[in-house]
């Protein structure tokens, strides 16, 4: 770094940063892919893990909140928009 210049963080590009509407449907997806594995080397009950991870999505797609959403909110994960538009 240059000591003359201040230290300074880069600005987040617009539409980049993660928020509760992008971070949801990537929980989701892991704990899907988890619960696939789960489901192929030990039982199929796992397969329960996979339709709550579904009826959560659905709560969010309709109502606009899950609890893996509230919970995000509270540690700071912002609202945004679910689809920005491309500039």
Known sequence: MNPTQPDTV?????GRAFTVERAVPLMAAIVIAISIVLVATTSQWWL????????N????????W??????????????????PSPR
């Open 10 to 14: 880069p600005a987040r590009r617009p």
């Open 66 to 83: 899950c609890p893996a959403s509230l919970i995000m909110a509270r540690l700071g994960l912002e609202r945004g928009p679910a689809c």
């Open 48 to 55: 329960l893990l996979t339709g709550f991870v579904a009826a």
């Open 57 to 64: 999505l659905a709560l969010f797609a309709i109502v606009g």
